[in-house]
């Protein structure tokens, strides 16, 4: 009992593969236009993120001390043992809120 066209798809043009294609023409003027209109919205975005980027205020300190023989904090030595350390620095110029602080750990892995 075989039926024929019974395991064929759909007739649609997407099953098919007869989807009409965007097929541009790359004329110069065309292109040109269109890098340049790139250019326009990218330029000033891009003079934004470095204005931006300008105003981060980055300090830093290293408090480990750790070749140091006067140390400020003998983190990872005995000199700070059982004692508070109190870091002092000066900040180049004036930073709107909110201000944000990071620090770094080198070195140490959480798994092991």
Partial sequence: ???????RPPDLALRQQRLKAWKP???PTWVIAALLIIA?????????????????VEIRQQ???????????GINTTANAGRRCTLE???PRDMDPPV???YVISGFY???
């Fill in 63 to 73: 408090y480990d001390a750790y070749d140091d023989p006067a140390p400020l904090c």
């Fill in 25 to 27: 023409i790359l004329d």
């Fill in 110 to 112: 959480q798994n092991q």
């Fill in 1 to 7: 009992d075989v039926v024929p066209g019974a395991n």
């Fill in 40 to 56: 326009a919205i990218f330029i000033p975005v891009a003079f934004k993120l470095n204005a931006m980027s300008n105003e981060i």
């Fill in 100 to 102: 944000l602080v990071h």
């Fill in 89 to 91: 620095f000066t900040v």
